[in-house]
């Protein structure tokens, strides 16, 4: 074999060893990197809500007569009441954010709202979640149905409650009652075209609005008009923002010494309840519950 024939087949075969290499190396894939932690948004103080000129407060938009929107898109009901005069007592203006029932924690935890105003029962699990103030309103569950047929928890075994998801009501009747079904629904204007279809043998929620919607809807009635502990509704912060919370503590001691809420329920509730509700079991004055 000739020199130059050997000096051909060393150097096939060398390049022949660069190419396995070089596709080695390109089907090696890097390991997957773990996904960024989704964190969530530092909450803003007084002074830094203050210096932006508004407080983000989000209120239910389809929660007659608590928190809704009117047919001039502006927002009304107790609790936008209470909103507008937090904000007026801040010196800034309200920012209003819709919420669901499901989503009010999210929204905190997000920094999405400051506060938390919509009709806001206070558990001891969303108190390991958020930060409440003190109260502002007492409530217990009621049960609306076509007649007020529904008069007890016994009538509804093996039928379909509607519920919206999220709420104190949810969680009352999946631990204390399985046997009845649950049908649930993201905003309260889902439940009660619900209840109206018929695709649902009665509706539970704060009975301070079911209340509210029967005397709207002659052809239903609150059968159970109060069920489970009394519960009360308080405002909420991010957990951990002192801040905001003691102001809001503050706040709400100084309105209950001008009987702020009772004149919030004359504003906006009483011609909705009429005689039918004592306001002194709805309203709480200072954050003291009088049971």
Known sequence: MTKR?????????????????????????????????TKGTAARSVDQIKKSGEVIIGVFSDKAPFGYVDSTGKYQGYDVYFAERIAKD??????????????RVEYLKTGKVDIVLANFTVTKERAEAVDFA???????????????????TDQLAGKTLIVAKGTTAETYFAKNHPNVKLLKFDQYTETYNALLDGRGDAFS???????????????????IPSLGDLDT???????GNASLLNWLNDEIKVLGKEKFFHTDYDATLKAVYGTSVDPESLVVEGGVVNK
């Open 205 to 223: 929620t704060d009975n301070t609005e079911v209340l509210a919607w029967a005397k709207q809807n002659p052809s239903f009635a609150v059968g």
């Open 134 to 152: 003190l109260p502002y309103m007492k409530v217990a569950l009621g049960v609306v149905s076509k007649d007020g047929a529904i008069t007890s």
């Open 5 to 37: 024939i050997k000096s051909l087949i060393v150097f096939f075969t060398l390049l022949a060893m660069a190419v396995l290499a070089g596709c080695g190396s390109s089907t090696t894939k890097e390991a997957p990197k773990a996904p960024a932690e």
């Open 90 to 103: 801040l010196g800034v203006k309200a920012k209003y954010v819709s919420l669901d029932p499901a989503n």
């Open 233 to 239: 509704i308080a405002p909420a912060v991010q957990k």
